[in-house]
């Protein structure tokens, strides 16, 4: 078993193919980079079984900073906020 290991930039969103709440996560936070320059990284669960068994059907799940800001319906401003 593989140990997940937090990707360097700040904001994560965990989430899988063919997800359509990952899509909408995914628009959300190209928003919120081009109001505040802060990129972010995907990282598909489907491919590290210790991801998968944590986030399961919970995705998309967004980090800042190694700290959950939601799943499923992320709101934007949570995220903004989190990255003050």
Known sequence: MNVPVEPEMRVVLY????C???DQARTMLERV???TGE???EV???TDDA?????GELVPVVTVDGVQQGYWRIDAARVRAALA
């Not at 989430?15 to 063919?18: F, K, Q, T």
């Not at 991801?51 to 986030?55: G, K, S, T």
């Open 15 to 18: 989430g899988r193919a063919g």
């Open 20 to 22: 359509h709440l990952c």
């Open 33 to 35: 980079r081009e109001e």
């Open 39 to 41: 990129g972010f990284v």
């Open 44 to 46: 598909d669960i489907d």
């Open 51 to 55: 991801l998968r068994e944590q986030y």
